[in-house]
């Protein structure tokens, strides 16, 4: 028998979950005893979120590692992470040598980003697509901040016929998120500060597997134990290795030193 869920299951969960939403939300104004005053700011607050453009921010850094981390519950692949608010669909697929999309002079650390690509059974997985956004070395994303190219330090690239990848960037900095709207609001009445850790943001899709979206962070970095957004996870951190020998530079071509950081995904099956 079939266990995928009908239309009609789908409306009583939801049913049920908008009436446990109602339940849950009208227990915390009973308890922090919220006037009508108040429940006018939270209101009109929510109404400047969108306005400001902010609301995905908002919720992202409060909410988004939870719901990863449900999924992750009973994933049979690699860890998923939070998306956040910056990704950007259609990035410029890249011809080999992969190089990320970068202006002239791109200030930071040359890194070459590698792994592989496989199934949970092992197999290596050729053709399968990543799709790579960060921050450049000031912390800012493309297409978000003003006055960088529409798709500086984003782009698609694919594994080669044994599920391996490299592409060359720069390796990333740890950066504030935005805090001059309501969501540097909210946090700065928290006491919070507004640093994420250092961190590439990638997703992963094969024609037959289950797309997924993941961060690499790098061990030993600032912020990792207190990400504004909560989300760094074990599995999610891999080492970032510094390569300062004269012949290694040499290989790549390099007069300075760089850095390599390597991560393997493991594609789940498609649900
Ligand atoms: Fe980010």
Redesign the pocket.
């Known amino acids: 028998m079939s266990t995928a869920p009908t239309a009609a299951s789908a409306t009583s969960r939801t049913k049920d979950v908008l009436e446990d939403l109602e339940q849950v939300l009208l227990a915390f104004m009973r308890k922090h005893r919220i006037t009508h005053e108040q429940y006018r700011f939270a209101t009109q607050f929510l109404v400047d979120t969108v306005k400001q453009g902010e609301e995905s921010l908002l919720y992202d850094v409060f909410f988004e590692a939870e719901s990863t981390d449900i999924g992750n519950r009973t994933r049979t692949g690699s860890p998923e992470a939070i998306e956040?608010p910056?990704y950007l669909a259609g990035a410029p697929e890249l011809q080999e040598p992969y190089v990320m999309p970068m202006r002239d002079g791109e200030r930071g650390d040359v890194l070459f980003f590698v792994g592989k690509v496989r199934d949970v059974e092992g197999k290596p997985l050729a053709g399968a697509e990543l799709d790579l956004w960060?921050?450049d070395a000031d912390g800012l994303?493309s297409n978000i901040h003003p006055n960088i190219p529409l798709w500086n330090l984003r782009a698609r690239f694919k594994t080669d016929s044994n599920g391996n990848f490299e592409v060359r960037t720069i390796v990333p900095p740890p950066?504030e998120i935005p805090k001059d709207g309501p969501t540097g609001q909210v946090l700065k009445t928290m006491g919070r500060h507004f640093f994420?850790p250092a961190?590439l943001?990638v997703k992963v899709r094969h024609s037959e597997l289950a797309e997924m979206t993941s961060?690499i962070y790098f061990l030993g970095g600032q912020y990792l134990d207190n990400d504004v957004a909560n989300a760094v996870r074990d599995g999610l951190v891999a080492t970032l290795e510094c390569h300062d020998d004269e012949s290694d530079m040499k290989s790549r071509g390099l007069g300075r030193p760089y850095y390599t950081v390597e991560y393997e995904f493991v594609l789940a099956p498609a649900h």
Request: aromatic letters at 30%; a positive charge; proline letters at 0%.
């Open positions: 956040g910056f960060h921050a994303y950066y994420r961190h943001h961060q």
